[in-house]
């Protein structure tokens, strides 16, 4: 996928009222893409968003494409893999659904169609939930899975590190850019994913600094990009409870510590246990028992909300 198509589809959801998804509509309109520059006065009569002024907006992004042209050498000359939703690196899981146009990412990108589990929980995870995840993490990484998770303290610290034993073996979703540290302590852990052969991934512009509805934006990616999920350590309440119907709605298995552990806070996993898709878990074998055997099947993203 061209740059300059890159370019184009970003340039398209900085208009007001053209998300991902219009702007990927407006993409495929085209044989050529960039034909859009010059869109005829119809494309307001084909699609109910593109009024006049819309249509004179998108007639008019040359120089802002131009700009994002430059920003996205200077990314990928720094690291910065800038990935197209046409492009085959682009995970399968997440273009099935109304997916975002471009994922920025940092390190390893070959980890994004191999096999993974999800991680998630509270950032107050106690310490015996901290350790049973870390524990747990690094032996599903011996056995060949990619622990994905979103950086945050607590929970998902403990899982990335856990699997930094192991090569290319964690994804870091962020709701910032992949050049931002949230939370600013993480610097180092995220420095030690790339070290390892791991990889940093956001839906957000390299440079993004944090943003509430962005920390929930990519439990949608976690999720999809995940054969089955952990949850750790949850309070029935926040990100964590999020991301469990998350993982509902795109039929993933579920997996929560089993009772005896004394893991807090708690109060969340009796709910998620009472569903029919959760099994309580004490080890990796635990787990690994569960998956099916073909995980493609799992990664089938119905619908990007």
Known sequence: MELTHKALLAALTDISG?????????????????????????????????????????QSLDDEVEGYLNRFDTYESNGIRIIGIKEDRYPEAVRAGQAPVLLYAKGNVGL??????????????????????????????????TLVSGGA??????????????????????????????????????????????????????????????????NELTAALSDGMIFVA????????????????QDRPIFVPASNLDIAPNDGLATIREADATKSIDTASDLLATLPTDHSEQKNLDEWT
């Open 18 to 58: 053209i998300g991902d998804a219009r702007a990927y509509e407006l993409y495929n309109h085209f044989n050529d893409p960039r034909d859009l520059l010059s869109a005829p006065a119809s494309l307001t009569g084909k699609y109910h968003y593109v009024d006049e002024t819309t249509l004179t907006e998108i």
């Open 112 to 145: 994004l169609t191999g096999d993974a589990i999800g991680v998630s929980g509270s950032r107050e995870t106690n310490e015996a939930g901290q350790q049973w995840i870390e524990s747990l993490s690094a032996e599903l990484a011996e056995n060949g899975y």
């Open 153 to 218: 303290r607590g929970a998902d610290t403990a899982a990335h590190r856990g699997a930094l034993d192991t090569d290319d073996s964690t994804i870091a979703v962020l709701g910032t850019g992949v050049n931002v540290a949230y939370p600013p302590e993480n610097q180092t852990l995220f420095d030690q994913i790339i070290d390892t052969g791991g990889l940093l991934i956001s839906m957000r512009q390299p440079d993004a600094e944090p943003a509430r509805h962005a920390f929930l934006d990519r």
């Open 234 to 249: 949850t309070d029935g309440n926040g990100g964590t409870m999020a991301q469990y119907e998350i993982a509902l709605d």
